[in-house]
């Protein structure tokens, strides 16, 4: 090959790679169109999630709540190969329950509960307070976290949201049948 023809492949494989990652981010639902961070400190791009069913919630490390982590994992592990994806977000808006940094959420998440689902940086989920995700759940649902570990059910297709109230366990007769449908969903 010469020069020429070697530029003109470059050009043309980063327009492949340019039109794909558009292409794949228009296809990216609205509520996911997010670029966050992890509470390891690596970028995720909410996108990837995009034709999964995600459960967002927001979690506290020192709440009544907190054995919830337990059975959040137990759901991620049950039910990720089906589709479902569930995704933490540490705040602490409700009792000061959350007033570690990032890294010891972190241990405190892998050592205590196991915890291997996807949990972003600490941010704030209240109306006043929210981070872009959650700021955009409560206005689809019109419900707003009145407590540590509120949960938001999306759809596949990123349309549909629901919301569940904090007291709510993850293994919910309610929770599970709100899950499975959406999991049976195209």
Known sequence: MNIPQILRLLAWSSFSIIGASAHAASQCPKLLNHQL???Q?????????SGRVVLFVNTASYCGNTPQYAGLEKLHEQLHARGLTVVGFPANDFGEQEPDSNAQIAKFCKLTYKVKFPMMEKSGVTRNNANPVFAQL??????EPEWNFHKYLLSRD?????SFPAGMQP??????QAIEHLLAQP
């Open 37 to 39: 961070t992890s509470l």
């Open 41 to 49: 400190g690596q970028p995720v791009n909410l996108c990837q999630y």
């Open 138 to 143: 409560i206005a689809a649902t019109g419900d």
């Open 158 to 162: 990123g349309k549909t949201v629901q």
């Open 171 to 176: 293994n919910d007769p309610q929770l599970l």
